[in-house]
C-alpha cells in the first residue's frame, strides 16, 4: 500500500531580528549584547564592497562583517546586509541572507501587539 503524502504548512512565528549595517550599529550592539565582544574581542571587522551581503543603500569606504555563536556551537559570520536573528538559547544566535530572509519573514505593523 502506498502511502498518499500529506500537505503541511509552516506555523507562523514571530521574531525579533537586526539587519547588520553602519546606520544600526547601535541597534546591533544592544541586540548582540555580551556576545557581541565574546565573539569579536577586538571588534567588528570591516570588508570590502565586494564581500558584503547587501550594501544596505550605504556608500561608505568599508563595510562590517562579525561573528555569532550558533546553536551548534560554531562560529559564524554575519556580512554587511544579513540579519541577525537569536537562536531560542540566550547568547545565540544565526545569521540570514536578506534574500532569504524578505522570503520568509515580512514586518509585524507598529500597532500590533508583541
Not at 73 to 83: E, F, I, K, Q, T
Not at 95 to 108: L, M, Q, R
Request: hydrophobic share 40%; with cysteine; net charge negative.
Amino acid at each position: 500500500m502506498t502511502a498518499t503524502p500529506t500537505r503541511f504548512r509552516k506555523k507562523p512565528i514571530e521574531i525579533t531580528a537586526v539587519q547588520l549595517r553602519w546606520s544600526q550599529w547601535s541597534e546591533v550592539c544592544d541586540f548582540l549584547g555580551e556576545a557581541l565582544l565574546e565573539e569579536n574581542p577586538t571588534g567588528a571587522f570591516e570588508i570590502p564592497a565586494d564581500e558584503v551581503s547587501d550594501t544596505c543603500g550605504e556608500s561608505v569606504p568599508t563595510y562590517l562583517l562579525l561573528m555569532v555563536r550558533t546553536a551548534h556551537g560554531d562560529l559564524a559570520p554575519v556580512r554587511h546586509g544579513d540579519w541577525i536573528i537569536p537562536e531560542a538559547e540566550p547568547g545565540l544566535f544565526y545569521p540570514c541572507k536578506p534574500d532569504v530572509f524578505a522570503a520568509t519573514y515580512e514586518p509585524i505593523a507598529a500597532t500590533e501587539p508583541a
